[in-house]
């Protein structure tokens, strides 16, 4: 009946998975630094417990390990994506420290290029992140499935691992699941901005 077939994907929406080596000893003295701000500075939810540092994680000393982890991954990523842009930065980084029962609505990160986050504590069914599809109109009629698979989900969970950075575009809408453990998941997020001459000129662009 046909002579050839292709598939071609068009307009994926990536997230870019990292493993940090040797996590553990950076890990606890991060959550140490996290446990003496959390007696001083930060926001806490008093409804359930949850808190927040503030956005400047990325200035103190303590955080500066991990900042040049989420520096390394971020290049990675810009080249993955072959752009051309002059230097970037970190806008913010915050740490997220939620209890059992916690959960964070759906949100994206404004004002930035890439964002990402980092998990210090993860334990077993404490919140998977859930990234949504960006399309709205395919929301429009969801047929039931067989199967779920990327080309038909429209949601894409991942489970949280200790050690492991997350990078994603700012525009990418995503929440986190319920905590279901007995105790806190700690994570750190950060935005990055690309800086410079950045973007092309709408006189020059072809349409």
Known sequence: MFTKGEIRTFFPCCVWLHEVQDFRQMNAGMIEELGELRKSTGYSNPHNGAWQSRGNLNTLPAFAPLMSCFT?????????????????????????????GHSHMVHT?????????????????????????????????????????????WKQRISPQEGQLLIFHSWFQHQVQENLSD???????????LKGSVGVESAGAEF
């Open 72 to 100: 390394a991954g971020s290049e990675r990523v810009l080249d993955f994506l072959k752009l051309e842009y002059e230097r970037f930065l970190i806008t913010d980084s915050w740490a997220n420290i939620n209890p059992p």
């Open 109 to 153: 990160h404004p004002n930035n290029f890439l964002s990402g986050v980092y998990y210090l504590r993860a334990p077993e069914r404490s919140g998977d992140i859930e990234f949504i599809d960006p399309r709205q109109q395919a929301l429009v009629l969801q047929p039931r499935v067989k199967q779920q698979t990327p080309e038909n989900a």
């Open 183 to 193: 105790e806190e998941r700690i994570s750190i997020s950060f935005n990055i901005m």
